[in-house]
């Protein structure tokens, strides 16, 4: 199943990629990242679509979508958690 | 995890100066995916403008040069004259396009040159502070028409792609936008077209990509979408105004 | 009698460069096929008119003709007179050599063709004459400031603005003090004959590639349309090194950048000191002028380009009279012979330099007699150009102010 991965260190904090994700998957971090800005991230319960709306859409370059083997938990952006 | 979609290699790991927003962004992200799609890093040259994409060498990862305000579709008719086997990519904003370099993009589609052109068209000049460009729309207010565009005083907003439309030897001309999913597979889809053109020896080729300028249009980036799908697209449709493919 | 030194290549050997030049192919020198070399060896190719052939040619022909024999196959130009026929050469003949003519939709197009064509590492040039060298002087500036090699010759005509289409030498200045924006300088050779309008389009390729450097060859109206008995030399050149700058498609290499954009602070000073060092490595090596009649002269005229002509009528005139009289004549404008010049301001009495101008190269003269003697000037301008008799009446009458018997 796909999953968003973002790549916080090219992240300008535009919010279009959560403006756009079609099932409103992705929400602003608290984090801020060495540019000063908050990165989205995706929501703990709800579940990518695979869609690429927010690949597609980032200036910047900085969403990737990865395929991850299907699991009962639900989903959490790892990367985002480790930074 | 395997991808399904990754950032390109053809883009190199720099965060880029460009606002969060900013339609070049997405510009240099599609082309650097079709770099990578079409294996043609070892064969691609990219001219970078004067404007904002003046750094685009610092992120593209093909040989790439300089050009003077302007002067990018003459470099370019050089660099595919000296090395037709490379594919040659000229980038401009609306200045360098549409004002100071008109007569070198007229002279350099109606000769056919062979190199594809992308034309980032924000209708602001955002580089140097916002400034009215030949593209800015009509009663929009830049740092140089505080009291908005005239016609009257200023003449209409300049439309290149009907422009060029009127050249026998230009093989792929279109206009698309980057506010949607779909708007930025189109825009790749176009990119993508007029890069086979050149590579099929066609002729030139031009994709106008209406483009977000959040800072000078004073407008949030979802605000700027708005902005381009109900209002800019008004005065420039979009659409495909030449495919050879197509006749 | 003349003393020569660092003079323009005997004929006869047609060499380019220095003393120590041997023939070089592109094959001979070992250099990876991919890179792009200074003469690819395809472009070395057989000419319709056979080296050595004596033949009667314009200048502006002859320039052209020398250029495609140096391995220029990229021209880009754009009509105006008076140096329209090597435009029209270039038209004809730069196909027939397997190049490309491409006339541009102005100077200012020419000029950016030509820097994407160095950039691509192939050899090219383009030619005007005075206003639309004014065209040219941002590309120019922009091809010294990403170091790029190309050749450019102006053909002078009177200005300023529109002017006329007659000899004149009034872009001296702008020629010889970068003309663009910016701290660069171009070599700056000027023939005096249509034989030196061939061999210094040749010598101005070797030189652009040998330096990265934009060079101008600096002529003007009369030796562009003039026709003189001459003959090619075959191309031989030093090595070169190759062009590992050169965009060709990063095919096994990482990406290359031809800019000269320098935006962190301390970049682009540091950029400038290189640039300064290179132009202080070609005032070094690249110096040359001619000096005919000077060894005991007491009067010396400096002229360059069709004024030296005239100078060199005046000289052999004085002389069969018995007076003590040279011509000293830069041929590199930039970088100026002023040790030359300064030496042999040691010894005469005086100089007189005559241009087709208000007075240019005179402030360089100045600078380089540096008040070790007086030096006074003549000239004419618009147009006009200085007869023998003139000049003699002006040295006779600056002989006579400075005391000289005769």
Redesign the interface.
Known sequence: MPKVRVLTEYCKGCGLCITVCSVEALEVAEELTALAIHPPRPKADVRCTGCLGCALICPDAAIEIVEVEESCEPQVNRAAATR | MSPTYQRPQALKPVVTHYCGGCGHGVAHKLLAELIDEMGIRERTIALAPVGCAVLLYCYLDVDCSEAAHGRTPAVATGLKRARPDCVVISYQGDGDLAAIGTAEIIHAANRGENFTTIFVNNAVYGMTGGQMAPTTLEGQRTATTPSGRRSATEGPPLRVCELLSNFARVSYLARTTVTSPRAVRATRQAIRRGIEAQMEGRGFSLIEVLAPCPTYWRLSPAESFTFIDETMTKTFPLGVFRDYAGG | MSRKSTEPPPRAEGTVGSAAAKTVTAAGRGVPVAEAEAVPSSDLRPHRIPAGERLLMTGNEAAAEAAIRAGCR?Y?GYPITPQNELTSYMAREMPAAGG?F?Q???E???I???????????R?MTSSSSPGISLKQ??IS?LAG?ELPAVIINVQRGGPGLGDIRAAQSDYFQATRGGGHGDYRTIVLAPASVQEMADFVMLAFHLADKYRNPVLVLADAQLGQMMEPMAFADLREEPLPPKDWA??????RP???????YWLAGDLEAFNQHLAEKYARIQAAEVRYQALSCDDAQWVLVAYGASARVAKQVVVEARRRGERVGLFRPISLWPFPTQALRELAEQVQGFLVVEMSLGQMVEDVRLAVEGRAPVAFFGRTGGGIPTAEEVSRELRELRAAEGQEE
């Open positions: 990229f880009f490309t491409l541009a939709e102005s200012l197009a020419a950016n063709m030509v820097y994407g064509v160095a950039a691509a590492g192939r090219t941002e590309g922009y990403s965009l060709t498609g990063a095919r096994g990406s290359r950048i031809v800019k000269s954009f």
